[in-house]
């Protein structure tokens, strides 16, 4: 796939990720060319949103592995650059000392590690 063929392509806006894919926008403007989104759902409609339709979306690669797994859909690359995504944790300072928080906290670090 390249750029022309994903900015003609009817686009699903996954609305609920907070991973901007206005980067995507940019990369397309500068080439001249502009994605056609017409549908914006929530991120766990996405499955059964793009098995039932024609449209594509554009996400994490690690999360559309597993949407591709469920609903036997196709993985692509981006024939665009894409920015490097940042994963983090956010708590309330309450839970700082809390054993079980802390607990957690270190199960969800050493996983992430690992992958």
Do not use: Y
Request: aromatic content about 4%; glycine content about 6%.
């Amino acid at each position: 796939m390249d750029a022309r063929l994903l900015a003609e392509l009817p686009h699903l806006d996954v609305s609920s990720t907070g991973q901007g894919t206005g980067f995507v926008d940019e990369e397309l403007a500068r080439l001249g060319l502009e994605r056609q989104i017409v549908l914006r759902a929530p991120l766990l409609a996405t499955a059964e949103m793009l098995s039932q339709s024609d449209l594509v979306t554009v996400m994490a690669e690690r999360a559309a592995g597993v949407f591709a797994a469920m609903a036997s859909l196709q993985v692509m690359a981006l024939p665009l650059p894409s920015p490097s995504l940042k994963i983090a944790m956010l708590w309330h300072r309450r839970n700082d000392d809390q054993p079980a928080h802390r607990w957690l906290r270190s199960v969800v670090t050493g996983l992430c590690r690992t992958l």
